[in-house]
């Protein structure tokens, strides 16, 4: 495989999370918004629709810097209050799968490789008040399952269970390490 160690990073996400993730490993990189339609296709689970997305938003970015190494990545958000709220509600009490996916591309040399970090959230039992409560107080309508774990959503949960810590921010950063060496680009040189 063709070292890609010299060759632009770029992330292809206009997540203020997923760039505050990648900037903890001190590497340089410079940050594009894929513009990918990032609805579900009938029928897509949402591991697949995940993947396909991290890939579709990494090639996006690639199809305009192609000698450059082009990470994207997702992880589902609600958008809006009421999305949120329903999504709360839906969840409340639950053990839910989250699924973040990874793909690191450099269209120039040919590398694609991506990641699948799932993670697993027991939400407590919530009543309306509380949703109602966090939502005015957070607004996480650009976090998955509107809770933003990092902040006061962490109230929201009872436990927690993935490999990756950072996989439910938005960018699995131990699968981001794995798929940058593989491409060449070593984090501790």
Do not use: W
Request: charged share 25%.
């Amino acid at each position: 495989m063709h070292s890609l160690r010299n060759r632009k990073l770029i992330l292809g996400s206009t997540s203020v999370y997923r760039r505050e993730l990648l900037g903890r490993l001190r590497i340089p990189f410079s940050v594009e918004s894929p513009h990918v339609d990032e609805a579900a296709l009938p029928g897509e689970t949402p591991a697949t629709l995940a993947q396909r997305l991290a890939l579709a938003k990494a090639r996006a970015v690639a199809e305009r810097f192609p000698e450059a190494v082009v990470i994207g990545s997702d992880l589902g958000k609600p958008g809006d209050h009421a999305r949120a709220v329903q999504q709360l509600r839906q969840m409340s009490g639950k053990t839910v799968i989250f699924q973040t996916a990874i793909a690191v591309v450099c269209l120039a040399s040919g590398f694609s490789q991506e990641a699948l970090a799932p993670v697993k959230v027991k939400f407590r039992d919530l009543s309306d008040s509380e949703i109602e409560n966090y939502l005015q107080a957070e607004k996480p309508y650009d976090c998955a399952g509107s809770a933003k774990s990092e902040g006061l959503g962490i109230a929201l949960l009872e436990r927690i269970d993935n490999d990756d810590p950072t996989a439910l921010v938005g960018l699995p950063l131990i699968r981001t390490a794995a798929l940058l060496r593989a491409a060449g680009i070593d984090l501790l040189a």
